[in-house]
């Protein structure tokens, strides 16, 4: 999610996590005969495995603002 966590792509975050629930949850459902996997447990589940969508990175502007100490070495 890192890759794909800018400030415009929220949206689409909250959308793959969402999806990657849905199939978890119906792999989960086949594999119990006797305890099946309810909603309301698999959202403690992703809960806790799945990082929740947010943004990783900060606009441009701000992360190129970039100051230094003192002069540039370069000049």
């Known amino acids: 999610m890192a890759y794909y966590a800018v400030p415009t792509n929220i949206q689409s975050v909250q959308a793959f996590r969402k999806q990657l629930t849905r199939h978890w949850f119906r792999a989960l ?3 119990g005969q006797k305890h099946r ?3 309301e447990r698999m959202n403690a589940i ?3 495995w799945l990082p929740k969508a947010r943004i ?3 606009w441009p502007d701000m992360r190129l ?3 230094t100490r003192g002069g540039s070495r370069v000049r």
């Open 29 to 31: 459902r086949r594999r």
């Open 37 to 39: 996997v309810n909603w």
């Open 46 to 48: 992703a809960d806790r």
């Open 56 to 58: 990783q990175h900060p």
């Open 65 to 67: 603002n970039v100051k």
